[in-house]
């Protein structure tokens, strides 16, 4: 699959057209938003409230979520400008540095019925003042005494996080009371070539963990039935806390960063979507490290699989996985290589994925069309340092002997062969022995989840945890700023 880049592209809402022909749409105005948007510093004052997520079947559901108080200072967004309103799904990502000393204050504005409500972070030894004792956490509830809680801790170590609601957890993350904390390591590789919009060089204290761009994605899924049971209760005024039958359960709504497909390729903070405000639209150029920040959210676990390449486990949940074989020599890193992550509640795992082409047997390019792997033969056993190209197919034309069948089925792609372009002049698929292809053409590739059910929203194919990684071709400018 193909697409053509431009300029500039209007907004075009999600439910004035089919899902399959919006996704399509989506790509071919190549909007290229995401990076991992958030809130930075080191005091969070953060508000949970009741509000309503939107799904692109035209439903509107009732949840809850954190969001930023409005009473207090206005966040510092990063790392472009966005909003943070009273309640989102998921929660603010809030963005801190090795070493800080992080303070969050959480005021309970969640209807009476709700109960209480706290937050657990895990990863992190956390000191507490106000509220009142919870089973899991120190709890915030709606006495004018005792309705705000500060959580203090250190963030000790880089890496990807989550936090959720230790109140009810079974009710209240369901309703959408969860969310993520990303740690940038103090001594990031100032050899690593930072990217534009990317937090950091480094994801970890280690040269090995450099990256040029990064996306965060939280999954979790969503049963409407659950949610219309708690809003019956909270018009009803029932003295809370809210009890909720969440068995059996049977989720209709799977989500990435709060929406499903297509929803999640349109932009961040895009005003469609007031209450969800993170998109989940990934795009690199070949060649580039690119960091995945994955988080399972919910309660099942999701098998996020994606194809283009297998990518490198760095770590999971904030343990860099190395080994050392002498005190002499550092450690290496010693992740294993997947192509799907299992998306365990409550873990994180943070991986590299990149792409170059390799292996496709012809000139990802376009044979003749100028470039020239900067100085290097098709016998180089290397990459053209500038574009990324893998040198020995330069100025491979079509046809070409098909890939070895145990790359790209069965082994190191996973995708069956990319689609080459279309013709700039009559929109016409590439002929046989065509020796350019459209220089503004990428390679599209799905990111998904392996579980069938879970790419559809409420029964309906295709939508919930699907998404596709957009390589576009190196002369094609991303502005995650979108």
Not at 91 to 104: A, C, K, L, S, Y
Not at 142 to 168: E, L
Not at 335 to 344: A, H, N, Q, R, S
Request: net charge negative; hydrophobic share 35%.
């Amino acid at each position: 699959m193909t697409y053509s880049m431009t300029k500039q592209a209007p907004a075009v809402p999600a439910r004035l057209c089919r899902m399959a022909l919006c996704a399509l749409l989506w790509l071919a105005m190549g909007l290229a938003s995401a990076a991992v948007p958030g809130i930075t510093g080191r005091n969070f004052d953060l508000i949970a409230r009741d509000g309503r997520s939107t799904q692109p079947d035209g439903n509107s559901i009732y949840s809850w979520g954190y969001g930023c108080d409005s009473a207090a200072p206005a966040p510092q967004f990063v790392p472009f400008a966005g909003n943070c309103p009273l309640m989102q799904i998921p929660g603010p990502t809030m963005i801190v540095t090795e070493g800080q000393q992080v303070t969050v204050t959480l005021t309970n504005g969640l209807p009476s019925a709700a109960g209480n409500t706290s937050i657990v972070f895990p990863g992190f030894d956390v000191t507490v003042t106000g509220g009142v004792p919870g089973l899991l956490a120190q709890e915030a509830t709606h006495d004018a005494a005792t309705n705000k809680v500060v959580y203090n801790f250190t963030a000790t170590k880089p890496g990807t996080y989550s936090y959720y609601s230790g109140s009810q957890p079974d009710l209240q993350i369901e309703m959408g009371m969860y969310g993520a904390i990303v740690v940038l390591p103090a001594t990031a590789q100032t050899a690593c070539a930072k990217g534009a919009s990317s937090l950091s060089s480094s994801a970890y204290d280690h040269p090995a963990t450099c990256y040029n761009r990064e996306y965060l994605f939280q999954f979790a899924e969503m049963d409407s039935r659950i949610h219309q049971q708690a809003q019956d209760q909270v018009l009803a005024g029932v003295r809370g806390p809210i009890i909720v039958n969440t068995e059996p359960y049977q989720p209709n709504y799977y989500l990435i960063n709060g929406r499903s497909m297509p929803d999640l390729m349109d932009t961040s903070y895009a005003p469609n979507y007031p209450n969800q405000p993170y998109n989940a639209n990934p795009h690199m150029h070949p060649g580039e490290l690119l960091l995945m920040r994955v988080i399972g959210q919910g309660r099942w676990q999701h098998p996020f699989h994606f194809h283009g390449n297998h990518a490198r486990v760095l770590a999971r949940d904030g343990n860099l996985i190395t080994v050392q074989n002498d005190t002499v020599t550092p450690a290496r890193l010693a992740g294993p290589l997947l192509f799907t992550i299992p998306t365990v509640s409550g873990q994180t795992v943070d991986a590299i994925f990149t792409w170059t082409g390799q292996g496709l047997n012809w000139d990802v390019y376009g044979a003749n069309n100028g470039h020239t792997c900067n100085g290097l033969t098709v016998a180089s056993p290397g990459f053209d340092p500038v574009t990324k190209e893998y040198c020995p197919d330069h100025n491979k034309a079509l046809p070409v002997v098909p890939p070895d069948p145990n790359v790209m089925a069965n082994g190191l792609w996973y995708g069956g062969t990319p689609y080459l372009g279309l013709q700039s002049a009559n929109q016409t698929p590439l002929p046989p022995g065509q020796t350019k292809i459209n220089l503004q053409a990428g390679y599209a590739y799905m990111w998904h989840s392996h579980a069938e059910r879970e790419i559809t929203t409420n029964d309906v194919f295709p939508g919930g945890m699907m998404m596709m990684m957009i390589i576009d071709p190196p002369n094609a400018t991303i502005d995650e700023t979108l």
